[in-house]
């Protein structure tokens, strides 16, 4: 049986939440069978590290961090990979280069899923957005990708780090959020908004508001991750 190895721990709910989703998927497509699965899950102080690295753009600090957890998943024996986190993803190209293990991208497989869609927004942190992960992907497909105003997306931002990081699902933030995209949605006639981090679906299930579409892109990534699983084994 293939293994699989995330790095997780800078989000330990969503890390938790992407183990829960694979299992649930590999099950329903493998006749019950679910994939050998390791994560190595950094403490809340190297994730702190790790994001202080993102926010100063120390790229090359960041690379060499996230490739000591993946050499430790692959000595563990995994053979294939992934990063629990939209944000980590800002070095996804030069990590990739140098993984011990193949990754699969949370950016791709979601503009994969997007596909047939004309306009989304993206909720994201703005370490995510100022590095335009997402525009130029799907844009390739003929998506464009819509970010909030200046004043939303600074809320957003810090919701994310003050309140989902630790554990904290709000109503009254999960409110805030949903009157941002109604706004977004109604003044740039979008088809849905983009969830491009891994907490944000926890906050923002797809139930939350009637006719808003959510393209949930932890779950997108679990999917991508359990096919390309399903390519190389069928679990049996």
Aim: hydrophobic residues 45%.
């Amino acid at each position: 049986m293939r293994t699989l190895g995330i790095v997780g721990g800078t989000g330990p709910d969503s890390t938790a939440e992407y183990y829960r989703t694979i299992v649930e998927i590999s099950r329903a497509r493998a006749a019950g069978g679910y994939p050998r699965i390791l994560i190595t899950s950094v403490s809340s102080v190297e994730g702190t590290r790790v994001i202080e690295l993102v926010s100063a753009d120390r790229r090359r600090e960041l690379v060499a961090r996230l490739l000591a957890e993946l050499r430790t998943l692959e000595a563990a024996g995994a053979e294939i990979g992934l990063l629990a986190s939209n944000t980590l993803h800002v070095v996804f190209d030069e990590l990739q280069t140098v993984s011990p293990i193949p990754l699969v991208s949370i950016v791709e497989a979601a503009a994969e899923a997007a596909t047939g869609s004309v306009r989304l927004g993206l909720f994201a942190t703005t370490f995510t957005i100022r590095a335009d992960l997402y525009r130029p992907v799907f844009a390739r497909r003929g998506i464009e990708v819509v970010a909030p105003s200046a004043m939303d997306q600074e809320l957003i931002h810090r919701a994310y780090f003050e309140e989902l990081t630790a554990g904290m699902f709000l109503p009254v933030t999960r409110d805030r959020l949903l009157d941002i995209a109604d706004r977004m949605v109604a003044a740039h006639d979008l088809d849905g908004i983009i969830l491009g981090g891994t907490e944000l679906p926890l906050l923002l299930p797809e139930e939350s508001r009637t006719g808003l579409r959510f393209l949930d892109t932890s779950r997108i990534h679990a999917e991508a991750v359990v096919a390309r699983l399903l390519d190389l084994d069928d679990f049996a």
